[in-house]
């Protein structure tokens, strides 16, 4: 199960960057002049993430988006178009509920000439929705095991479908093919842990639009360690 420690070192994942690696091959550290697609794109994003069972929870959701000059930089505009959802049937009604969640706030964004993400306001605080989600859990008709299970893994539904760490600055115009960096970070209660960021990369050449940008963050706390996979992909549509 994903415990507290975990939770506060994905947090701190985000303050890594996103693809500054400690090795890097194939490009220089340095951003290419941006070219963004011609037309519109779809943008899937899928997230796993690994359950305390050694089973997985997959979350797909996919865009319709534009890429347009705005100012000295661009304007990225979309909105969601699928959502898919694979998990284990011990967490199907979790699963269900995130099928159905209304998504805001991931679209308009910005990015600058060099097609790095500008950041914009901090991400919307989602215990409600755990909150909420829990509260359907304990009215909804289930057998007690089920119930005892889906409330176990609540954090990790909500966590693989949050990622819990920021989209990649450097996601439409990567810097780097591959890269790896970790860290020790020390937590509020003492306790230290080690985050593990790597990235992979497939694009047809530097300053355009990946084909796929792929991050790994792998947490260890304790002896335990969590992973979080991310896929980007995007291609016309």
């Known amino acids: 199960m994903l ?8 947090g701190a994942a985000s303050l890594l960057p996103s693809a500054g690696p400690v090795r890097a091959a194939a490009d220089d550290n340095a951003p290419q002049a941006f070219t963004p ?12 993430r690994g359950l305390h069972d050694g ?9 319709a988006v534009t890429i347009r000059a705005d100012g000295d930089g661009y304007l990225v505009d979309g909105q969601l178009i699928d959502t898919a959802v694979d998990a284990p049937a011990a967490v199907a ?17 910005r990015l600058d000439r060099t097609g790095r993400i500008v950041p914009g306001p901090a991400p919307a605080d989602h215990r409600p929705t755990a909150r909420a989600a829990a509260g359907l859990v304990g009215a909804a008709p289930l057998p007690e095991q089920v119930r005892q ?18 989209w990649p600055a450097d996601l439409f115009n990567p810097v780097a093919a591959k890269g790896e960096q970790s860290r020790e970070v020390q937590l509020p209660d003492g306790a230290k842990g080690r985050i ?32 979080t996979r991310e896929t980007w992909t995007m291609g016309p549509r």
């Open 3 to 10: 415990k507290p420690g975990h939770v506060l070192l994905l």
């Open 37 to 48: 697609p011609s037309g519109p794109m779809v943008l899937s994003r899928t997230v796993w």
């Open 55 to 63: 089973k997985a929870i997959k979350v797909t959701r996919s865009y």
């Open 93 to 109: 009604v979790l699963a269900e509920l995130e099928r159905k969640r209304v998504e805001t706030g991931v679209f308009p964004f």
């Open 149 to 166: 299970q889906s409330r176990a893994v609540l954090d990790e539904v909500i966590g693989a479908a949050r990622a819990g760490t920021a």
């Open 196 to 227: 593990a960021v790597s990235i992979s990369v497939e694009r047809r050449s530097a300053g355009h639009v990946p084909h796929s940008f792929e991050r790994t963050v792998t947490t260890s706390l304790g002896g335990t360690d969590s992973t």
